[in-house]
């Protein structure tokens, strides 16, 4: 049972935008902080975003000013905004509920991830 539904995820030329949505229940949604990885090809599985049941984020250096992440807890839905998008965000893009400062190991639950490519 998918326990985190992405969507949003495509093919975007280099400077454009794309909206990430990460849905779940109201019960992942409420106990557990919200987190974005991306898994680019031939490479391992990296953080990109995270937002606190608090509305606190981090971000990486990588993606800094240029994502931003937000939470609907009305929707219990987490979003990635990906402005001015580069060749090298290029990945597989996964939402990951877990707890606050968990490592990728320790994240509860995972999305089935969506597909973002950016062309050159």
């Known amino acids: 049972q998918v326990q985190l539904v992405e969507s949003g995820g495509g093919l975007v030329q280099a400077g454009g935008s794309l909206r990430l949505s990460c849905a779940t229940s109201p019960r992942i949604f409420r106990v557990n902080e919200m987190y974005w990885y991306r898994q680019p090809p031939g490479k391992q599985r990296e953080f990109v975003a995270f937002?606190?049941?608090?509305?606190?984020?981090k971000y990486a250096d990588s993606v800094k000013g240029r994502f931003n992440v937000s939470r609907s807890n009305a929707e219990n839905t987490v979003f990635l905004q990906m402005d001015s998008l580069k060749p090298e965000d290029t990945a597989v893009y996964y939402c990951?509920?877990?707890?606050?400062?968990?490592?990728?190991?320790?994240?509860?639950?995972w999305g089935q991830g969506t597909q973002v490519t950016v062309s050159s």
């Open positions: 990951a509920a877990g707890p606050l400062r968990a490592t990728i190991r320790l994240m509860n639950y």
């Open positions: 937002i606190s049941r608090g509305g606190s984020t």
